[in-house]
């Protein structure tokens, strides 16, 4: 077997190692998520969340920050919604939503939890719940969320062990 041909089979059954790997620890945290009855659609929004920007598990841990404080931006905003809308009718939405864009897009500005990707990861999940605002809503959400990290952080590590270590010239 020539060296082009076993590098080119090296990295094909690393590339499908690793899909194979993703794939389990998904399927897990996938029935983590149903056994404690907590959204699935939450915790891989969670993963992406986690997984957004930023390549290292601080990074990741950061994200979720972000994520779960935009998780808490959007259960504000639909406070606000519901307290605005007798005064301000269907402007009320797109008023409210405006402050918070101007709140988390100022928040990039901050050290380490300065993602708004993942911040926008946490209003989504909040409206894409369609639920009302509620404590017990918030910690629902964030604990399938913080699976889905969980589960992309866990992803990740298995991954690096899984790349070949680069063999000296």
Do not use: D
Not at 21 to 48: E, H, K
Not at 140 to 158: D, N, P, Q, T, Y
């Amino acid at each position: 077997m020539t060296v082009a041909a076993s590098q080119t089979r090296s990295l094909r059954f690393e590339f499908h190692s690793v899909t194979f790997i993703v794939a389990v620890v998904a399927a897990v945290a996938t029935l983590a998520t149903s056994m404690l009855s907590l959204p699935a659609w939450a915790m891989f929004l969670g993963w992406v969340g986690y997984s957004v920007s930023g390549q290292t598990r601080r990074e990741g841990f950061a994200n979720l920050i972000s994520l779960l404080l935009g998780l808490a931006l959007g259960l504000g905003a639909g406070l606000l919604i519901a307290i605005s809308t007798p005064l301000l009718g269907v402007l009320a939405i797109p008023a409210v939503i405006f402050g918070v864009v101007v709140l988390v897009m100022s928040l990039r500005g901050l050290p380490l939890i300065n993602n708004p990707l993942a911040y926008f990861a946490g209003l989504i999940i909040f409206f894409a719940s369609a639920a009302a605002p509620s404590v017990g809503l918030f910690i629902e959400l964030a604990s399938a969320s913080a699976l889905g990290a969980v589960g992309a952080a866990f992803a990740g590590l298995i991954q690096s062990w899984c790349r070949p270590v680069p063999k000296a010239p």
